[in-house]
């Protein structure tokens, strides 16, 4: 494996932290986020681990405690991961879906994807590919779920009236 899956950028980033095991941390998130265009959860935890044994083989370390790496990876309560994220952010140009982005998604849901008639797995993925478009980080798969349902809701009410009113 080469180093030619990350940029210059993300590799001076990696290796801008002192501490091996904070190098290893942020280069696993560099590798989650470039797949992903999102920061993993609790639930990926093995493409964690894959990201991690994929970054100690790019920079050429040794790690003993992967699993706590992983742990590190996955805590969004801590204040040296959540700094992370917002330098992996930069990175990439990315920045968080806020409340105030989830009405702008809903009214794209309700043009663009649900006129399709599409399965939810399929709303899903291309709500995925809407963020990725827009450069947000979105929200949790949870609230991500909630809100296709929510502009489903009001794709379907809007589109009863309009047959009511015809």
């Given at each position: 494996?080469?180093?030619?899956?990350?940029?210059?950028?993300?590799?001076?980033?990696?290796?801008?932290?002192?501490?091996?095991?904070?190098?290893?941390?942020?280069?696993?998130?560099?590798?989650?986020?470039?797949k992903t265009q999102r920061f993993p959860e609790a639930s990926d935890s093995v493409a964690v681990d894959g990201c991690i044994q994929e970054i100690i083989r790019i920079l050429n370390v040794i790690c003993?405690?992967?699993?706590?790496?992983?742990?590190?990876?996955?805590?969004?309560?801590?204040?040296?991961?959540?700094?992370?994220?917002?330098?992996?952010?930069?990175?990439?140009?990315?920045?968080?879906?806020?409340?105030?982005?989830?009405?702008?998604?809903?009214?794209?849901?309700?043009?663009?994807?649900?006129?399709l008639a599409l399965k939810s797995d399929e709303a899903f993925a291309i709500s995925l590919e809407y963020f990725k478009t827009q450069k947000l980080e979105p929200y949790s798969d949870k609230q991500l779920h909630r809100f296709l349902n929510e502009a489903h809701q009001e794709f379907e009410t809007e589109l009863f009236a309009k047959i009511t009113g015809s």
């Open positions: 494996m080469n180093n030619s899956i990350l940029s210059p950028k993300a590799l001076q980033l990696i290796r801008s932290k002192r501490d091996i095991d904070n190098q290893i941390i942020v280069g696993a998130l560099v590798l989650f986020f470039q003993c405690n992967t699993q706590n790496i992983n742990q590190k990876c996955l805590d969004n309560q801590h204040r040296t991961i959540r700094q992370f994220k917002q330098e992996i952010r930069a990175l990439f140009g990315f920045r968080p879906a806020t409340l105030d982005d989830k009405q702008v998604f809903i009214d794209y849901c309700k043009a663009y994807i649900f006129p």
